[in-house]
């Protein structure tokens, strides 16, 4: 194979002809790759040490067409296994009709299309084109008719140096570049582009050429631009849209699982109609662009047969206007007490000495998108009853219970937070619901529900379970009044869960295992899983999202400290020491220990306060 013994193989050695790479560099990474347990290729190593960057060996290949095999390439970049290349070797030997590599690689989800297509480039010396990003001359389109190009997969794309480029989805196919040259002349310069990308360049431009004025989009274009927009995000499970202006297009993101995805663009024409459109939606004045503004939508969707709530923000930027809608109540969204992820002895404790106590102040902290209202919620649908009178004031509603009394406020017609708060004991609750608490009479109001015998629950933005109590402190409430009124804080994070179906067991590397606190030995029986990437994780190796949990409960010992203004280190060595508490750390370690979430994502997303204890003690705790 490519990683021949003293050399690395041929990209390594590339780099090394060309100065970005010193030979002893590379003899190291050789040492280091033979002691790691995990398949790491030597590119792979040399990037993990900053010898060169991702985009130095993109330039290398580009400038020196290697003629090595499509699959010993994809291999030397990291972007296969050895495993993975012989599988699909095989199904192409035993394949009632003959495919290429490349389609049998793409067609089982060993590798993505893009990537694919990006080594073929290198290897074949041909640009890869995002047609995307590109205008195409339409004029190119009278010397091919849509449906051969449609046949025969390629798309004229320009005019560059008195030659015709053109993309094609398999620039080795002898049949499809004869009839290009046919049809433009043998002057023609050949790029590569994916299949999908071909086909919808087709279809745009025929479409286009179909209208009387090619930019122009009438008001059902856009409605409808919209409504697949929105039904699309539903589909993707995205919880939020982007659609953001640039300098020559508009491009929109979904975020999934917590990360930015590219989903589509479009003209930059239609900048003006959208905005336009959304605003009536989100009843926003149309008129305004100079300024920022807010709004919600209400989308009734035909295709998923549910009504989607969005909250919409309108945001100048130097292209226009930005806009982010954010997908509120999705179906099927609020979680069970029992599912939304904690350790069993930690969920015990928190739904025992907090859910179940008749009074006090609960709060749900973390960073924005850490997953707060979706907890707070579990608690809510546990606690709802009958019995039970709850009423909340939410900015704005997110997901809607039957059985409880929710208010959105709204600015706009007087229904401010701080009026909302004033009338909300009169309505004689048992348990009042505050969607966050923002200031320091929405920290007062709170407390003095609890004062008053009520049950209260409440979000905030700080970073760790330890942080509530101090910030609390930050804003003048009293230590007695924090430590008489407030029962729990917890803290939470969402990591991406490692997809089922392509998530393999894995070796943390020494450095990984340094930056844990451990010693390998420290790790035995532990099951790190990584995800390589298919079609069911959209090539990401995750899937999903879980909550990791700090759960401070506010014992005697704890109160004395806050009384005695002890500092965060101090009260945090108490929790830790006499009501259970695991940091967000430890319970992050522990779940990647059992292969739930990785390794990379605790050691990147979690804060890290202290050592964390032993893996056997942590089980202990929790109780997995």
């Known amino acids: 194979m490519s990683d021949q013994p003293g050399t690395g193989g041929q990209i390594a050695a590339l780099l090394v002809n060309e100065g970005l790479l010193a030979q002893y560099q590379l ?75 490349g389609d049998v690689l793409v067609d089982n989800g060993f590798i993505e299309e893009h990537k694919f297509l990006e080594v073929l480039s290198y290897q074949l010396g041909f640009p890869l084109i995002e047609l995307e990003f590109r205008k195409l001359d339409r004029k190119l389109f009278a010397k091919a008719p849509f449906q051969i190009c449609r046949e025969f997969l390629f798309v004229p794309v320009a005019i560059e140096d008195d030659q015709i480029l053109i993309a094609f989805a398999d620039p080795l196919d002898k049949r499809c570049r004869e009839t290009a040259e046919r049809l433009f002349g043998n002057q023609i310069k050949q790029a590569i582009s994916t299949k999908k990308d071909i ?53 929109i993101r979904f975020r999934h699982d917590g990360v930015m995805m590219f989903h589509r663009d479009l003209p930059l024409e239609l900048a003006p109609q959208l905005s336009s459109r959304i605003k009536v939606m989100a009843q926003a004045d149309i008129a305004e ?28 930027t130097i292209f226009g206007e930005k806009i982010v809608l954010r997908l509120l109540n999705r179906k099927g969204a609020i979680l069970d007490i029992h599912d939304i992820g904690m350790a069993p002895r930690m969920l015990d404790h928190f739904i025992y000495d907090a859910l179940d106590t008749p009074t006090g102040v609960m709060i749900v902290t973390g960073p924005t998108g850490s997953g707060k209202t979706s907890t707070l919620y579990s608690c809510i649908a546990y606690l709802n009853n009958i019995n039970t009178s709850i009423i909340t004031a939410e900015d704005p509603v997110e997901f809607v219970i039957d059985g409880i009394s929710q208010c959105s406020i709204n600015p706009k017609i007087g229904v401010t937070f701080d009026e909302t708060l004033r009338h909300i004991v009169r309505q004689d609750p048992d348990i009042i619901v505050l969607g966050e608490i923002r200031d320091t009479f929405s920290a007062e109001t709170a407390i003095q529900a609890a004062l008053t015998g009520h049950k209260v629950l409440t ?9 509530g109590l101090i910030r609390l402190m930050n ?29 393999e067991p894995y070796v943390p590397t020494p450095l990984e295992v340094n930056r844990l606190g451990y010693s390998s030995s420290d790790l035995a029986g532990a099951e790190f899983r990584l995800g390589r990437g298919c079609k069911e994780c959209r090539f990401t190796g995750f899937r999903g999202r879980t909550a990791i949990f700090e759960l401070l409960v506010m014992n005697e010992p704890v109160k004395e400290a806050i009384l005695g203004n002890k500092s965060s280190a101090e009260i945090r060595r108490l929790s830790m020491e006499t009501s259970g508490l695991v940091t967000l750390f430890e319970d992050g370690l522990v779940k990647a220990a059992k292969g739930l979430v990785s390794v990379q994502e605790v050691l990147r997303d979690l804060p890290r306060i202290s050592r964390p204890r032993s893996l056997h003690e942590l089980k202990r705790i929790l109780g997995t």
């Open 199 to 251: 086909l919808q360049a087709i279809s745009v431009t025929e479409k286009n050429a179909s209208r009387a004025e090619p930019t122009a989009a009438d008001e059902n274009t856009v409605i409808g631009i919209i409504n697949t927009l929105f039904n699309d995000a539903i589909a993707d499970g995205a919880s939020d849209i982007h659609i953001e202006p640039m300098k020559d297009r508009i491009r």
């Open 475 to 503: 804003m003048e409430i009293e230590a007695f009044l924090i430590s008489s009124t407030v029962v729990c804080v917890v803290a939470q994070r969402l990591l991406r869960v490692v997809c089922k179906d392509c998530g």
């Open 27 to 101: 003899s190291y990474a050789l040492r280091v790759k033979g002691k790691l347990s995990s398949q790491k290729t030597i590119i792979d190593i040399v990037l993990d040490m900053g010898y060169v960057t991702g985009e130095q060996i993109r330039e290398v290949l580009r400038r020196n067409q290697v003629s090595i095999k499509i699959g010993d390439l994809l291999l030397e970049l990291g972007y296969l296994r050895e495993a993975d290349l012989n599988a699909a070797l095989n199904l192409q030997q035993h394949a009632k009709e003959r495919k290429k590599l």
């Open 289 to 316: 662009k100079r300024r920022h503004q807010d709004g919600r939508i209400l989308f009734e969707s035909q295709t998923h047969g549910f009504n989607l709530d969005m909250r919409v923000s309108f945001f100048i």
């Open 459 to 467: 979000t905030f933005h700080t970073e760790d379970s330890i942080g």
